[in-house]
Nanobody, 124 residues
Framework: QVQLVESGGGLVQTGGSLRLSCAAS????????MGWFRQAPGKERELVAA????????FYAASVNGRFTVSRDDAKNTVYLQMNSLKAEETAVYYC?????????????????WGQGTQVTVSS
């Protein structure tokens, strides 16, 4: 079992930056693949970035590639999402999620463990 708690959301102007954190419980955090999803009002939840166990590989959605960076600190049981050059249309609730498989997946159903989400609002 993994429990996840996100933090770091808030209000930022267009072009600004935020760093989200996701703190996980459990002694086997390093073996989990972690994903960052977001869900805007009226839209489906989508995978933004993912990082596999031990940070061996990463995935980025095309829309954020080059602006967002996912990383993990297994000693702190924490995964991060650095978001730069934010756009107004990226206003959403951002969630971190975990799965025990050693590779990422894009579907929501592939991740059994979820945090409560953190709101990111980008003002234009």
């Amino acid at each position: 079992q993994v429990q996840l708690v996100e933090s770091g959301g808030g209000l930022v102007q267009t072009g600004g930056s935020l760093r989200l954190s996701c703190a996980a419980s459990g002694r086997t955090f390093s073996s989990y693949t972690m994903g960052w999803f977001r869900q805007a009002p009226g839209k489906e939840r989508e995978l933004v970035a993912a990082i596999t166990r031990f940070g061996s590989s990463t995935f980025y959605a095309a829309s954020v590639n080059g602006r967002f960076t996912v990383s993990r600190d297994d000693a702190k049981n924490t995964v991060y999402l650095q978001m730069n050059s934010l756009k107004a249309e990226e206003t959403a609730v951002y969630y971190c999620a975990a799965r025990s498989e050693p590779y990422y997946a894009t579907s929501v159903s592939a991740y059994p463990y979820w945090g409560q989400g953190t709101q990111v609002t980008v003002s234009s």
